[in-house]
């Protein structure tokens, strides 16, 4: 049976391995192993994200929703090392490996799957979301998560999304500017759009 990233305990043996990616301007190795997202490599979509989003504050809470072995919150924690970065998965084989490459990296980023996030994070407003979002968890679910997550924002924050043309990455711009914040496509490349939510004027 083939597992899917958003698996909360992949069956797949993990056998993890190194990789060579970009992150940040820098050439790192970093572990991954499969049952997590793209696995094999930075994924597409999210080198479109970190290559158009606007640049970090210095400061401030950070979270990566939906991390898969790490490549968003490494960069945040790499480009804002002031930050607090939080990665969020439901794979718990994606935490471990998102600690792992923190460590190999030398950077600190905090892990919790969605359930234990309320206790990690507290009351605290969130400045800046980074996410690839599990589009392919399903209409419903993707709505409930980003009405969670955006929800969450500080009246100053934003958040950076990055999904795919062909998975409907301007219904969803639609979606979100109408039930939730204002949103706005910021980029377009390679067949994916970068989408800010807001929620100030």
């Not at 050439?27 to 094999?40: I, K, L, M, Y």
């Not at 599990?134 to 990055?162: D, M, T």
Request: charged content about 25%; hydrophobic content about 45%; overall charge neutral.
């Amino acid at each position: 049976m083939t597992d899917h990233y958003f698996t909360a305990e992949p069956a797949s043996p993990s056998e993890r391995r190194e990789i060579a990616v970009t992150l940040a301007g820098r050439r790192v190795q970093v572990v991954t192993a499969p049952g997590v997202f793209s696995a094999d490599r930075l994924d597409p979509g999210t080198a479109v994200l970190l290559e158009h989003a606007a640049d970090p504050p210095d400061s401030g809470l950070f979270v990566d929703v939906g991390c898969g072995w790490g490549a968003i919150a490494l960069t945040l924690a790499l480009r804002s090392p002031a930050a607090q970065v939080v990665a969020v998965d439901v794979n718990r084989r994606a935490l471990d490996l998102t600690r792992r490459n923190a460590a190999r990296l030398g950077v600190d980023v905090v892990t919790t799957t969605p359930e234990e996030a309320p206790a990690v994070l507290g009351d605290r407003p969130v400045d800046l979301i980074w996410s690839n979002p599990p589009i392919r968890v399903g209409k419903q679910e993707l709505h409930a998560l980003l009405r969670a997550w955006l929800g969450r924002l500080a009246p100053s924050g934003r958040a950076e999304l990055v999904v795919a043309r062909n998975l409907g990455a301007d219904s969803l711009q639609r979606w979100i500017a109408t039930e939730l914040m204002p949103c706005e496509r910021t980029a377009s490349s390679r067949g994916f759009r970068v989408l800010r939510a807001h929620p100030g004027e």
